[in-house]
Nanobody, 120 residues
Framework: QVQLVESGGGLVQAGGSLRLSCAAS????????MGWYRQAPGKQREMVAT???????NYADSVKGRFTISRDNAKNTVHLQMNSLKPADTAVYYC??????????????WGQGTQVTVSS
């Protein structure tokens, strides 16, 4: 199996910054895309940012210019640097990856989520 563990959430004032981290572990053979998604109360889960193993990134329009996603392929980790945070960014943030695990099974995996709360 593949496990994802997030860290770095918390409470911050508007305009502040947080850095989320996620580590993937388990019987991993390779990881293609890693990403961050979020779900606010009463809303659907939405993509925040994704990054491929080659480093190509994709961002939701609402976070472009404020958030930066990065990854360390050797350590199977992905990070999300969030700057200029707004109350609208308040949500549970989930780490996700598309990985190939032993024995050559590809699947999508999710972390448990970490709460980010931005106060006005």
């Amino acid at each position: 199996q593949v496990q994802l563990v997030e860290s770095g959430g918390g409470l911050v004032q508007a305009g502040g910054s947080l850095r989320l981290s996620c580590a993937a572990s388990g019987s991993i053979l390779s990881i293609n895309v890693m990403g961050w998604y979020r779900q606010a109360p009463g809303k659907q889960r939405e993509m925040v940012a994704t990054i491929t193993s080659a480093g190509s990134t994709n961002y939701a329009d609402s976070v472009k210019g404020r958030f930066t996603i990065s990854r360390d392929n050797a350590k199977n980790t992905v990070h999300l640097q969030m700057n200029s945070l707004k109350p609208a960014d308040t949500a549970v943030y989930y780490c996700s990856c598309n990985a190939v695990r032993v024995p050559w099974v590809r699947g999508d995996y999710w972390g448990q989520g970490t709460q980010v709360t931005v106060s006005s």
